[in-house]
């Protein structure tokens, strides 16, 4: 275990049509990894990740199986490859799912299942048009939070993403959430924009999905974890199984503590953060949150093998 070494993985915006090709084009355990949760899904992931329409892949339920599956695909090309093994790892929103599973925590068909789930319940828990997110750049997020606050008039809005220093997403019904942006800009804020999501993750709206998806996670079998796992909720790290499903449920409609998980990460001692998905989302925000840490990403063949040999 590399004590200066902690991953980190992307959560949902960071799908694109074409994604992984280079690596599947040099390594076959890619396409494998796709297979397996084909099976499962009952639909081609690899196919429609790179034939199909980013509209397909947009939606929830099928954007969370797929980041999943290229994030695990990825960690197992990097043991494959004898990449050292981590002392920590977090994972953003979906990401935690991927997280659980390189620390086998749960199992990946196990997952890959939950994921479907909890993307389709997330879509159902709200109808499309009635919620809202946006991303909220230039303040501090005392004055976003007190902002979500005046602007709720009995609905909801709420900081729900505190992705980076001056970088907050917001979220809650669509009414409420434009009232918001209109006070931070009034507020100072330098940029307001609404985020291309069909419903509002991580509000209390979202507490019918975590509901509706209980029930499935409690029937899965969960471990200990082998590698430690910052949660989304506390930034901390626990080690009882069945308080990791309760936190998995909670973090659905709780907000993502994520510059408190990569500062926790780097006061465990990581200097390096290797991005394990596709896109480099986590890399941008990691060097807002930390400037001491080394940020690196894995989705093509050259950012794996510059990874592999800086640690």
């Known amino acids: 275990m590399n004590t200066n070494l902690a991953f980190v993985f992307p959560g949902q915006g960071s799908q694109k049509i074409g994604m992984l090709a280079d690596l599947a084009a040099a390594n076959p355990l890619v396409e494998e990894t796709f297979k397996e949760a084909s099976e499962v ?3 081609d992931a690899w196919k ?6 980013q509209d397909d892949i947009n939606l929830t339920e099928r954007t969370q199986p797929i980041l999943l ?5 990825i960690w197992r090309l990097w043991q494959q490859q004898g990449g050292p093994t981590p002392s920590a790892m977090a994972g953003h929103s979906l990401g935690e799912w991927s997280a659980l599973v390189c620390a086998n925590v749960v199992g990946f068909a196990d997952a890959v299942e939950i994921v479907r789930a909890r993307g389709a319940f997330m879509q159902q828990a709200v ?4 919620g809202a997110m946006a991303a909220i750049m230039g303040i501090d997020d005392e004055v976003v939070i007190n902002a ?5 008039e009995n609905q909801i809005a709420s900081a729900v993403n505190f992705n980076a220093p001056g970088q907050v997403v917001i979220a809650g019904d669509a009414a409420a959430v434009a009232r918001a942006i209109d006070i931070c800009k009034k507020a ?3 940029r307001a924009v609404e985020l291309p999501v069909s419903a509002p993750f991580h509000t209390s709206l979202m507490r019918p999905a975590a509901d509706n998806l209980a029930e499935l996670v409690e029937q899965k079998s969960f471990a200990a974890p082998e590698i430690p796992v910052l949660h989304n909720v506390n930034a901390q790290v626990e080690a009882n199984p069945e308080q990791i499903k309760a936190l998995m449920l909670e973090q659905i409609y709780q907000p993502v503590l994520w510059v408190d998980c990569v500062n926790a990460l780097s006061g465990r001692g990581a200097e390096i953060l290797i991005e394990c998905g596709p896109g480099r989302v986590l890399n941008g925000l990691s060097k807002r949150i930390d400037r001491g840490l080394t940020s690196l990403a894995t989705d093509d063949v050259a950012s ?3 990874a592999l040999t800086s640690v």
């Open 69 to 73: 599956t290229s994030s695990v695909a």
């Open 304 to 306: 794996l093998e510059n």
């Open 148 to 152: 979500c606050a005046e602007a709720a």
């Open 41 to 43: 899904l009952g639909y």
């Open 188 to 190: 100072g804020a330098k």
């Open 48 to 53: 429609l990740i790179q034939e199909g329409e």
């Open 127 to 130: 109808p499309v048009g009635v």
